[in-house]
Every structure is written in C-alpha cells, then in structure tokens.
C-alpha cells in the first residue's frame, strides 16, 4: 500500500538558515540581514539591549491568586469578548498539538487552551494564566514580538532568542481595541515542528473575532459593519473588521482600523461627524437603516459606494422601545436596548396605535381629545402637548405623525425630535438651525445640517418648548412664519416643509407673564393644545393598570382587589412612568403563588406610608438615585478625560449634545 499524502501546506521552516543567522548574530556579532526576518532581529537586538544572554535559564513565575484575581478582574470585558473564540480555535487544533493562549498588552498569560503534553513540563510550566510572557522576560517569542511590533508573526524554533524556548514554533496576532490601542495577543504554539500554514490565518480570525466582540460590546446608538459594495455576503464573525460605532446625533464614537483604512482616515483624526465622510445625511441614512438595517447603501465623499449592515439592530431596538414604554409612558423611559432613534417612519406605525388604544383604556375623553389633535396637525396647524412629567407626551407626538398623511404618502417621511433643556443656547441653535463650519466654538467641522432641516418633510416634535432660550425662541419663530432656514454663520436661506408638535410640563401662559416666554410664539405653536390628564385624573385606572400588567406579561388579578384600590388612591405623582415602577418593584419582591394584596404593596413600598387606602404615595427614591449615579458617571468621565467634553461622551457610550444636555440639567 501506498504511504497516504499530505496535501496540506506547511509553513516554511529553515533550520540550517535561522542556525546560520544565529551564528552571525551571537558569535560573530553581525546583523544576519536576509537570514531571519527583520521584526525578529530587532527582537534579538532589543533582547542583547536589555544584557539577556541566550543561554539563560528561565523561571516561569506566575501570579498569586489574589493577584490573577485582581488582573482577571480587570480584563472582565477583554476576557468576554475573547473566551468563546479562544475556546472554538482551541477545540479545532487541540488533536494536532497546538495550544492556544491569549496575553494581555503587557504579555501576562489571561487563558490557555488547547494541547498540553504531558511529557514537556516545560511548555505546562509557560501555558498558564498569569504567567509572563514578555519579551524582558522570556525573550523573543510570537506574542512577545507581536505584542512589540503590532503585527502578526511567526517565530520558528531557533529564532526565539533563549535557547530554552527554541522547543516552540509559533504565530501570534495582536488584538485591538475600539480606539487602536493594543490589548492582547491570540498566540498558537505547539513544541513540534511542520506548523500549518493555515496557522496565522485561524489566529487572525479568532483575533478579529474579539476585536469584534469588544467593538459591539462598546456603549453605542448603533454598531455598523461596512464593506465594499459588493460585500457583505454573510460573514458573522468572520465578516468584514470595518466597523462603526455611532452615537444617536451621529457621531463616529468609534472606528476601527480597518474602517480608518477605508475611509482613508488617520489613525489621529477624531470627533468625526456621519456626515463629514458620507454623503445623503445621517438622518435620511437613519430612514434606510430602520426599514431594512440588513442591507443597507453608503456612499462615502469622494464617490466609493458601499454596503452597510446594522449589527445591534435598530429596528428591534425600535420596536423594544416602544413596548418598554407600556400605556403611555414618556420618552425619558429608556428602554433596556438603550436610547432609540428621533425619526420614527412607517415600520411603527402598528406599535404607535397600539399604544394609543392602552392610553384610551386609562380615560374614555382621551380617544377623542387625540382624534382632534389629529385633525388640527392634518391641516397643518401646530399642536401643543402638555401635561406632567411621565404622562406620555412623547408618545402622542410619535403617534400623531405615525397617523398622518404624510407618512401614508411617504414612508421615509421623517419625525425628528429636539430636546430644548439643557443645552446651552449657542449649542442648541446649532443642533436645531444646523451651522457652516467654524460658526460656533466647538461647531462641527464642515459645519452640519439642523434637524429642522432633517424634518423637512414630516414632523419637527419641540420636546421641552419651555426651557427653550429666548434668543434661540425668536429664531424659530423667524423660520416658522418664513418657513425657511438659515444655517447658523451662513448667508442662503433654504426652504423648509415641516409640521410642528411642541411639548411642555410648564405653563407657558405663566411663562410668557414673566417675560421668560414670547407671546407670540405661543400663539404660533398652541394652534390646538393637547392636554395630557395625569394619572390621578383619569377615569379608568383598573383598564390602565391592566395594560400595563399585561406589558409585564402579568394578569390583572395577581393583585387583589383591595390593592387596586389603594394604588387607584395615590397621588402618583409621576404619573404612568411611575405606577410601571412600583408595579414592577411589587411584582419582583412578591411571593411567586398567590394574589398581591394591600400588605405586599405596602411592604415594598415602604415610602407610602401607613395611613391605608389614600395614603399619599412619597416621591419614589429610585429616580433620584439613578440620577445620582448618572451625575457620578458624568463627573468621573470629565475628571478622567481632564474636562474633555468629546472625549468624555465618548467614554459614556453617549453623543456630546446628549452630554451637553445633561450637564446642563445637572447644573440646573
């Protein structure tokens, strides 16, 4: 019989020519130029630079527990992203000898997988958790050049630099992470010669796969992989590595190098708007995403067409929101998918009437106060929604647009939403009028469209009207009797088509008698006012709180009859937003089995007091803590950024007019 053939490829591997380049190098004191490749003779120089000899003995020391415990710890999200694929590659080559190990940016071993003979206590002694690895200390290695030389890289046997690690052949590849920097390395190894060609090529997957997994796991609006255009022909974790991260104003929160590579962008350049390198506008681009986030067509300036594909869904994170909202909550009810987008089209036109009808289940006058409000925003006059805190003023905006014409007529018609508190007036009118570039200290640069220009089309929602400045106020008023905008620095007007939906918990009609308000624009935007009953006030509270127990995907009589009644007798202070709260406290601290009575309620809520039925309900604590830890959040990413505002925003996941707003509410 025959002997069987291999047809797999064996990387090359020249012992008499490496023995040879160590000869020139250690004996005769020559750079062996040509022999060996030239990231590992620098990592021989940098070696004899450090006065390493090659014949040393080499102490594998590893942590202490404590110690390991501490650095594991610290890698907590490293080590998410890289233990599934650290595992996969580990199980594929485990039969063919090979161990897998990824080190962290300083070369200290996080995981071992893989092959471990038993015979070379040698190669169990350095496959550990918490051993180093570095060049200083083990000399020339795979992880060890790469960690050094930002690249992948083979080391064969003799071109590790001591000769008591001359029993390995290697490859490793450096991992990076959302901002560029290196944060470990994925290295195979085995202490056999004829290392597969293939090799490098499954560390590199299994590192790009990581470097995947830290991008998406980064706080984002969404997360975008693009690709040529006649990319993206499935590809998972193997897909292609240029990824985006961008925040909800659209801001390039993160780019990854292979994205820089095809934008052509330096690796120094930051603070990049959307529309800075693609064409057609963030907000029109945003329509495309929600309606079809799988294939979707970019266009960079310059002319190169792509293909992008929204990896955390924006259009499950959409329909997420609306069904964390309940019956009628409000806007500042992010769900647990995070905040979602301004401009909601045709696709949840279905989720907006559902929650429509929840809200009718709460008041039987509600149904026909929304029917007319429909009617006057149908012959384009403005309307005015107001109400108190949590009562789901948000929502009827959303809902007044999903039932529109114009949405009928247009599905991309956009609604785009403005939050007016908070931001500083220069900032505000910037975000609202768009600017040109330069107008503005911290403008955009190439200056950018407004999102009253975003809403051309569909419905400009004025969240918070009344917090609205004053110089800010006369300019809106300027483009809503023009119906035309000016960008902030520019001289060309340009037409505008949009429907205008203001919302405020304030009274404007005091507002406006304290001089804090313009009269006139008042009148321009009640052009019919929609009130928003508070929770205390409407006429079917059983049918609301079943609504929002069947969000909770709880029946209504899991609370008895007499616990209905005392939360019909509370104040409730913050409204829908807060009853879906205690609902939820009650429910998670109630015995599974059984109905919920009045004794369960007031145990878990304790701030209700003991005076029975009617009782008022104090202030929930739970948003004034969440506001605490978000205040602490903020401070702690100025402290660490050193009052960078762009870089701070970065490193909480959200965009700089979100901060910006929040910092100004803060002060407030």
């Not at 083990?138 to 001591?162: K, N, T």
Request: with cysteine; charged share 20%; hydrophobic share 45%.
């Amino acid at each position: 019989m025959s002997p069987t053939r291999s047809f797999q490829a064996v990387a090359a591997y020249r012992p008499e020519q490496i023995w040879s380049a160590r000869r020139s190098f250690f004996d005769e004191g020559r750079a062996p130029h040509g022999l060996v490749s030239d990231v590992v003779l620098r990592s021989w120089q940098r070696c004899q630079s450090l006065g390493r000899r090659p014949d040393e003995a080499i102490d594998f020391c590893q942590l202490d527990r404590p110690a390991l415990g501490t650095l594991l710890e610290r890698h907590a999200m490293l080590l998410s992203a890289a233990r599934p694929a650290v595992e996969t590659l580990a199980g594929a080559v485990a039969d063919a000898g090979y161990a897998v190990m990824l080190t962290d940016a300083s070369g200290v071993v996080l995981l071992a997988e893989g092959a471990t003979p038993s015979q070379n206590v040698f190669f169990r002694r350095a496959f550990r958790p918490g051993v180093d690895v570095s060049e200083q200390v083990i000399g020339s290695s795979a992880m060890s050049v790469a960690l050094a030389e930002h690249q992948a890289v083979r080391i064969f046997g003799p071109e590790h630099y001591l000769s008591a690690t001359q029993i390995f052949h290697c490859c490793a590849v450096p991992v990076f992470d959302p901002s560029g920097r290196i944060v470990a390395t994925v290295d195979i190894s085995r202490d056999m010669p004829g290392m597969l060609e293939s090799s490098l090529w499954l560390a590199q997957r299994c590192a790009n796969r990581i470097e995947r997994g830290l991008f998406e796991s980064r706080p984002a609006f969404l997360h975008v992989e693009l690709d040529l255009a006649q990319g993206l022909d499935g590809g998972g974790s193997g897909g292609s590595q240029a990824l985006l991260a961008i925040g909800e104003d659209g801001e390039l929160m993160a780019i990854s190098r292979s994205a820089r590579q095809l934008m052509s962008l330096a690796p120094e350049v930051d603070g990049i708007h959307f529309d800075d390198v693609f064409e057609g506008g963030f907000q029109h681009w945003m329509d495309q995403a929600l309606a079809a986030p799988e294939r979707l067509a970019l266009r960079l300036r310059g002319g190169i067409q792509l293909r992008a594909r929204v990896l955390n869904g924006a259009a499950g994170r959409r329909q997420r929101a609306f069904g964390a909202m309940g019956a009628m909550g409000d806007a500042t009810d992010t769900p647990a998918g995070g905040p979602w987008p301004a401009n909601v089209t045709a696709n949840v036109t279905a989720n907006v009437s559902a929650k429509v009808t929840a809200l009718e289940l709460g008041d039987a006058d509600l149904g026909q106060t929304f029917a007319l409000a429909s009617r006057a925003y149908a012959a384009d006059l403005p309307v005015l929604i107001t109400g108190e805190t949590g009562c789901g003023k948000d929502l009827v905006a959303q809902a007044l647009h999903a039932h529109s014409h114009r949405l009928r007529h247009n599905p991309k018609s956009p609604f785009v939403a403005v939050n007016c508190a908070g931001l500083p007036a220069e900032l505000l009118a910037g975000e609202m009028f768009g600017h040109v570039d330069g107008a503005f200290t911290g403008s955009r640069k190439g200056g950018a469209c407004g999102k009253v220009e975003a809403a051309h089309g569909g419905t400009l929602f004025l969240d918070e009207i009344g917090d609205m400045p004053l110089g800010v106020q006369a300019t809106l008023l300027r483009v809503l009797d023009s119906r035309e905008v000016v960008r902030l620095g520019a001289a060309q007007s340009r037409k505008v088509d949009v429907r205008i939906v203001s919302a405020t918990h304030q009274d404007l009609r005091a507002l406006v008698a304290q001089g804090r308000f313009r009269e006139d624009l008042y009148y321009r935007l009640a052009g019919y006012e929609f009130h928003i009953k508070p929770l205390r006030e409407r006429s079917a509270f059983d049918a609301l709180l079943q609504a929002l127990l069947a969000d909770m995907a709880c029946p209504l009589g899991r609370l008895d009859t007499e616990a209905r009644a005392w939360l019909a007798a509370q104040p409730w202070p913050g409204n829908v937003r807060q009853l879906r709260q205690v609902l939820k406290r009650v429910l998670a601290l109630a015995e599974p089995q059984g109905a919920v009575g009045v004794a369960a309620l007031r145990q878990a809520m304790p701030e209700a007091g003991v005076g029975g039925v009617g009782g008022a309900l104090a202030p929930n604590p739970v948003p004034n803590l969440m506001q605490k830890a978000q205040d602490e959040a903020i401070e702690a990413a100025l402290a660490r950024c050193e009052g960078n505002v762009t870089a701070a925003a970065k490193l909480l996941g959200i965009g700089r007019a979100t901060l910006y707003r929040r910092l100004g509410a803060k002060a407030a």
